[in-house]
């Protein structure tokens, strides 16, 4: 019985046995006629898959190019006179410490706060080489006082305007009355405004009247050494303001003294006279130095993010909005009397620090050792420091910089900024005061610019070679989609001729191996290839699996479309969009090129939307403009390279679709059909789902710029969705007339 049990059980196994080989061999010879009859399609296959390997080759060939010209950018303008900036905290404002920007005029509204042991510290520290301190005095009160020559007796209008001020209060006017020595005995009527009396020793004899304007200077200690240097960067963005010199007017009254007080603001009672002016000199007006708060500044997130930040107005008065308050005065800084070869003419009205937002250039340099004598202890307002080895960047220099940023922090508490990588930007500031004009402007820095600039077009490239994965992938897929549903009469065939499912879906699988080999051999062999003459950005594995990825989603999408039946009520759900005039074309291979198409469309748009948001985060500082405008060429012609790799995904598509309705253009040539009328009913076919399908692909680019946090503008968006359907009715106008007249041209 168990000799019996035995022989049985081995009967079964050599019939099992036997029985798969018959499978076997009934699958190579159904695959090799499938092949044979097939043969039109290795073509598309291939070009799928050497599709998959030609866009990871462009991005990560864009990466590299994008980055040498990146670095190359960055080489030429990394490095500053100096590396590091060290403030007191209080002198960092708010706007400063969230978005890392650096306020060029903060050192200089800032008095002390760093001491004498401080700076020492940081000097002991390794690879420092250079410390320059900055003293911040405090404004100093000029005399700046105007010879004008004045035609002997009459009362004279005299009227200086600073230049570049355009402002009433920006205007000295004062009435002077030449007259004789008599007159001025006689007695003198006190009016409002008051008169200004000057002597004639006659009537013909022009005078000298001597116009005073104030106006003030800060003073600022420097090394003597740093002095050119330093002056340079501290005034960096600073409108300097032009030497004094002012735009006088001189009116004379039509009529005696009795007119003047209703003559004041009539025009017709003056008459102007030429201008003659003496050589301007220049007086200390006060020993004591001026101080003035420090300007706050707030910004919230959202006007940060668009460059702008708030002045707090402390009040107003009869001039216009206060932003400081006058401190006590400081100080003794007699130097007696000066003339213009010793006090630089660059000079504000005394009464703007406490009015302007932005402080003028007005700055006069001094001795490091004279003002820490005027200020005392703790006179520092700042620091700039010079280190050794961070002359290039490179990971190593950006080390050294934090490492030594983070010990002058921990050893000094102070505030520490590092300059090399940074860059400017304009930064647009607006004042709380509902009686403040528009924004002013200042440029301001920004802290890392070149960390940010490789750091994004590296994103970038991972965002491109996600893109370009995915939408390969997608192509492949619909490529199997195709070719499966062109397999689904056979399979009906086999399953009624007793095939299983199991069977023909081993078929099936067998036969899209076979189909895609050429292709998947050609991309490897043009992996290698490109590898061994240039090195690649992905690893030569990443690639290899990304393509086995690509031949198991093709083998198994091929084969489960080929095995799959729908039911009816599906198949007339389905039918209702894709079937139209009565088309013979199925469904799903029209689906399959819906998918196609919003793929390109969606990796077209989400490209654009990419390049344009990087370049709009580029543009904001002046390094990232010029590295923009030297990706602008590389940028191009990835974008004219995605054009292509989506025309070519839409292509094959299409081409696959065309092979599958063979039987229908036989037909309608033989109903008596004109060649011209099956190639716009071809094209009337593809319109309908192109148009839908490249909407869908701009929504999901929109949609996915927008989680990513990158909404695009208005207007672009607008453009987006315009412009979307009408990328597809071109994509699939191009993908169709060229495989169209082929096909057609075996049946006419």
Avoid at 80 to 85: A, I, M
Avoid at 606 to 611: A, E
């Amino acid at each position: 019985m168990n000799q019996f049990a035995k022989l049985t059980a081995g009967d079964k196994e050599d019939h099992y046995r036997s029985r798969l080989v018959a499978v076997a061999q009934a699958m190579v010879l159904l695959a090799h006629r499938s092949m044979q009859r097939h043969n039109g399609q290795f073509l598309p296959i291939t070009v799928a898959f050497l599709l998959f390997v030609g866009t990871v080759q462009v991005v990560g060939t864009f990466h590299d190019i994008s980055s040498s010209l990146t670095q190359q950018k960055i080489a030429q303008s990394w490095r500053g006179p100096y590396d590091l900036l060290v403030r007191p905290e209080f002198a960092v404002s708010q706007p400063e410490r969230s978005a890392d920007w650096i306020d060029p005029q903060s050192m200089l509204e800032s008095y002390g706060g760093i001491s004498a042991q401080q700076v020492s510290s940081i000097r002991s520290l390794s690879h420092v080489a250079l410390v320059a301190p900055i003293a911040n005095a405090g404004w100093q009160s000029i005399a700046v006082q105007l010879p004008v020559e004045l035609p002997a007796r009459g009362i004279y209008r005299v009227a200086a305007t600073w230049q570049g001020q355009e402002n009433a209060e920006g205007t000295i006017v004062r009435y002077v009355d030449v007259t004789d020595l008599a007159h001025l005995t006689t007695g003198i009527s006190v009016m409002r405004p008051p008169l200004v009396y000057v002597t004639a020793k006659d009537g013909r004899t022009p005078v000298v009247y001597s116009l005073q304007v104030q106006a003030a200077q800060e003073v600022i200690g420097v090394p003597t050494e740093q002095r050119a240097l330093l002056s340079k960067v501290l005034l960096e963005g600073i409108a300097r303001t032009a030497p004094a010199h002012f735009t006088l007017y001189i009116d004379r009254l039509l009529g005696d003294f009795a007119m003047l007080p209703a003559c004041l603001q009539r025009a017709d009672c003056w008459t102007p006279l030429p201008v003659r002016q003496g050589t301007i000199r220049y007086q200390v007006d006060s020993v004591q130095l001026l101080r003035y708060s420090h300007t706050r500044y707030s910004g919230s997130p959202q006007q940060l993010a668009a460059g702008q930040v708030s002045v707090l107005s402390l009040g107003e008065d009869m001039q216009g909005s206060l932003y400081r308050t006058q401190m006590a005065a400081h100080g003794v800084f007699d130097e007696g009397n000066e003339d213009a070869g010793g006090i630089p003419p660059h000079l504000m009205p005394l009464y703007e620090p406490e009015r302007q937002p932005l402080l003028a250039g007005a700055v006069r340099f001094i001795s490091l050792e004279r003002a820490c004598s005027l200020i005392g202890s703790n006179c520092f307002s700042g620091l700039y420091v010079r280190l050794q080895g961070v002359e290039q960047y490179n990971q190593r220099s950006l080390a050294l910089l934090q490492a030594t940023a983070a010990a002058i922090t921990s050893h000094t508490g102070l505030h520490v900024d590092i300059l090399d990588g940074s860059s400017v930007r304009e930064v647009a500031i607006v004042s709380s005061s509902p009686y403040a004009g528009h924004a002013l402007r200042s440029s301001w820095r920004v802290v890392g610019v070149a960390v940010q600039l490789v750091q994004g077009v590296d994103v970038m490239q991972e965002l491109l070679l996600a893109l370009c994965t995915f939408v390969s992938v997608l192509a492949i897929g619909a490529a199997a989609v195709l070719v499966g549903s062109g397999r689904r009469k056979e399979a009906l065939l086999l399953q009624q001729l007793g095939w299983q499912s199991k069977y023909l879906f081993c078929l099936f699988v067998f036969e899209a191996l076979l189909l895609c080999f050429p292709g998947y051999a050609l991309a490897v062999t043009w992996m290698i290839l490109s590898t061994t003459l240039r090195q690649s950005h992905l690893p030569s594995g990443t690639v290899a699996l990304l393509l086995s990825m690509g031949v198991i989603i093709y083998c198994c999408t091929l084969a489960s479309i080929a095995c799959y039946r729908s039911t009816g009520a599906r198949k007339q759900w389905t039918s209702r969009f894709y079937k139209r005039r009565g088309s013979l074309v199925g469904v799903l291979p029209m689906f399959a090129c819906s998918i196609a198409i919003s793929a390109a469309v969606f990796l077209i748009a989400s490209d654009t939307l990419l390049l344009i948001g990087f370049n709009h985060e580029l543009v904001v500082t002046v390094l990232g403009e010029q590295v923009c405008e030297v990706l602008g060429a590389p940028q191009i012609i990835l974008l004219l390279l995605m054009l292509l790799a989506a025309q070519m995904t839409v292509g094959l598509c299409m081409t696959l679709l065309l092979q599958g309705r063979r039987a229908e253009l036989s037909l309608l040539s033989k109903v008596g059909w004109e060649r011209r009328a099956v190639l716009w009913r071809l094209l009337w076919d593809g319109w309908r789902p192109a148009f839908f399908s490249g909407e869908v692909g701009v929504l999901l680019a929109v949609a996915a710029s927008s989680i990513g946090g990158v909404l695009p503008a208005p207007f672009v968006a607008g453009a987006m969705f315009v412009g979307g359907p009408l990328v597809g009715v071109v994509l699939v106008s191009m993908a169709t007339m060229g495989p169209a007249w082929q096909e057609t041209k075996r049946v006419y």
